[in-house]
């Protein structure tokens, strides 16, 4: 079933003594190679002169690498009869595709229990795998492919003489090629449907990542080939066409990977007849390793890549990092799973986010910086909503800062009950209204702050049928009654097909998305340099807590509403946040200030004359009420102050209060946002 190729040590040594001498008497040789050799070539110009000789004696060295006898001592396993290739599949899809595929090529495919079946209602023929472990499955299927006729094919280094020694003596055929995904573990833990304990772990997959990891381990050749390979090839590729001849090249790459990477003989001997050069003029091999496919979409790249119209050990690695994270991201969500199943609390000693990239974007928060989106594909985010797992229906391509800012208005939105209108700016809500008409609730959300509001985002919570979709696109902005109002984003639960066609026609690059609620109970993680912050995500609303009257003057009924809208509101804005709101109509805010103080004032500015009798929130206590911020907003007409309390000084925020007859609830809630 195979045949042995070596280089001798004699011919090694010659072809390295030959090497030697051409280098060592550079200075006696003509400079007769062409000026692409010497731009190549990493040394001084002077040296790229021993061109001239190597080029001489390319033929002799080809010649001498193909007659050497095989020797015992430095023997490398090649093919020289049946290609194998292993196939387990949990998910068959596009099975007979590969496997004919593989037939035509001339592979003679091993396969097991339903995958064998299946390829052989296909018409491929296939080898089980009892048939080389000559041992039957058992245990229920768990023991199959765990057996040295199977993990020694794989695994088996074809460079290493003993390796292949020790397969030859027990008749141990090596594999091509494996291709294997793994129990449906992922799906069966996530169904709606209850399972029990047992079913998890039985889906748990043992033999399938075992040979992956095996496979995706052995891809490579040795560090010498690869240097010669890619040397080779790198010459070719950047030598004019008028120029191009396939032994100089060869000679330049065998110079340059001799002095980049100093070999024994074995290395060099065995490189050179793993090439097989002198019957390869373009020095493109489909190299004797194994290959390892776990993702039924690269099935086509793998087939083109056999037939020999590409060959690049780039392909090989980035198959073995697919397999290799195709098992990271099914271990994680096994120890995932397996933790909640033990109780151990909500933060684990460790964690594992698999992520999948989900889109490359055009750049990050700035241009100069690269940027990518990802999806969260933890047991945790399943049917978990949010902006990720959004549908966008329309427009350009999402940006970095365009997911941060629908993420933000998306959040906000989704708190209240009623019809609301969410307008965000840098990830702040700069307008807020609730109404049972939500034109009306989308005319004053733009009102608080229609500059801000200009080139924002905008989220609704409930569907956006025509006669929204038409307010949207023909609302004029209230500074001038003109100018019509410019959106990034339009985010909603949902869009009657009227609807959508409307927002389509506003702009090509007005992005509509459909988004579904966040779930609850969600672990928050958050880089810092080096490190991540965990946390329960902040999920509390009016109706968790309490607001305890600490003034004399109670709030009217009204007035309590408007400070759980207001309170509401500033639970979204970054901190220092300042919300002022009347009649659930968000009227001001002051956002990101380091003083509280400012951060009232740019409230007050943008609230003007309808601060009277309105309700403000703040997101923290005030460490000073007397000439600051609880007393300027007395003064300024507040007619009733939501805070957490919890300040030395919260007596003096009462007095301050009961002296200008304002109502004062603390909540005992801080909602700080960094």
Not at 298 to 313: C, H, R
């Amino acid at each position: 079933m195979f045949g042995l190729t070596a280089v001798s040590p004699n011919t090694t040594t010659t072809l390295r003594a030959a090497l030697n001498s051409s280098i060592s008497n550079i200075n006696l040789l003509r400079p007769n190679c062409s000026n692409s050799y010497r731009s190549l070539c990493p040394f001084p110009t002077s040296s790229a002169n021993c061109l001239y000789l190597l080029h001489s004696r390319s033929a002799t060295f080809k010649a001498m690498a193909a007659q050497e006898t095989v020797t015992h001592e430095t023997a490398v396993l090649t093919h020289s009869g049946n290609k194998q290739a292993l196939i387990s599949l949990s998910d068959k899809r596009d099975l007979t595709l590969l496997g004919d595929g593989l037939q035509k090529l001339g592979y003679t495919i091993v396969s097991t229990g339903g995958t064998a079946s299946a390829l052989e209602t296909a018409g491929v023929s296939v080898t089980k795998v009892e048939q080389l472990t000559r041992f039957p499955e058992m245990l229920d299927g768990r023991v199959k492919t765990l057996h040295p006729n199977i993990h020694g094919g794989i695994l088996a280094r074809r460079d290493e003489k003993h390796h292949m020694e020790a397969l030859n003596e027990h008749g141990i055929g090596v594999f091509d090629i494996v291709v294997v995904n793994l129990y449906p573990f992922y799906d069966t833990v996530t169904s709606t449907k209850e399972i029990e304990f047992e079913d998890g772990i039985e889906n748990i997959d043992i033999g399938g990542p075992a040979m992956i990891r095996a496979a995706a381990k052995v891809f490579h050749l040795n560090h010498f080939a690869n240097l010669f390979l890619y040397a080779c090839e790198s010459i070719m590729r950047h030598m004019p066409c008028h120029e191009q001849n396939n032994d100089e090249a060869f000679i330049v790459a065998l110079y340059i990977s001799l002095k980049c990477n100093p070999v024994d003989i074995f290395d060099f001997g065995y490189a050179v007849s793993y090439l097989n050069l002198n019957m390869c003029p373009e020095f493109k091999q489909n190299h004797k390793d194994v290959l390892v496919v776990v993702d039924s979409q690269d099935y086509p790249a793998l087939l083109e890549f056999l037939k020999g119209n590409q060959d690049n050990q780039q392909f090989r690695r980035e198959l073995a990092w697919k397999a290799f994270q195709h098992v990271a991201s099914y271990d994680s969500a096994v120890a995932e799973w397996l933790w909640k199943q033990t109780n151990g609390g909500k933060f684990p000693p460790n964690i594992t986010v698999p992520m999948t990239l989900k889109s490359s974007l055009r750049y990050g928060e700035n241009p100069h910086q690269k940027a990518a989106f990802y999806a969260d594909k933890s047991l945790s985010e399943v049917d978990g909503g949010g902006i990720a797992t959004a549908i966008q229906h329309h427009g350009k391509e999402m940006s970095y800062n365009n997911y941060l800012d629908a993420d933000a208005a998306w959040n906000c939105v989704a708190e209240f009950k009623k019809p609301t209108c969410v307008v965000v700016k840098h990830t702040n809500p700069c307008g807020v209204a609730s109404r049972d008409d939500i034109l009306e609730a989308y005319r004053l959300a733009v009102k608080a702050d229609p500059v801000s509001a200009f080139g924002g985002i905008v989220a609704f919570n409930i569907e956006v049928d025509e006669a929204l979709a038409k307010e949207i696109r023909e609302f004029r902005s209230p500074t001038d009654g003109e100018t019509r109002m410019f959106y990034e984003i339009v985010v909603a639960p949902k869009y009657t097909k009227k609807g959508l066609e409307i927002l389509r026609g506003k702009s090509k690059t007005l992005r509509i998305l459909e988004a579904r609620n966040n779930k609850k109970g969600k672990l928050s993680l958050r880089q810092v340099g080096g490190g991540w912050l965990a946390q329960d995500t902040d999920d509390l609303t009016p109706e968790d807590i309490q607001f305890k009257v600490m003034s004399e003057k109670a709030p009217e009924e009204s007035e309590l509403r408007d400070a759980e809208f207001a309170w509401l509101c500033a639970k979204h804005v970054k901190s220092n946040a300042i919300v002022i709101a009347k009649n659930n109509c968000m009227l001001g805010m002051g956002s990101g200030q380091p003083n509280r103080r400012e951060s009232l004032r740019i409230a007050l500015k943008k609230a003007g004359d309808e601060v009277k009798g309105a309700a403000l929130a703040s997101d923290a206590f005030f460490p000073f009420a007397w000439k600051d911020a609880v007393e300027e907003a007395c003064e300024n007409g507040i007619g009733v102050i939501a805070e957490p309390g919890g300040s030395i000084r919260d007596g003096d925020a009462i007095d301050c209060c009961n002296k200008y007859g304002v109502s004062l609830v603390f909540t005992n809630v801080r909602h700080f946002r960094h």
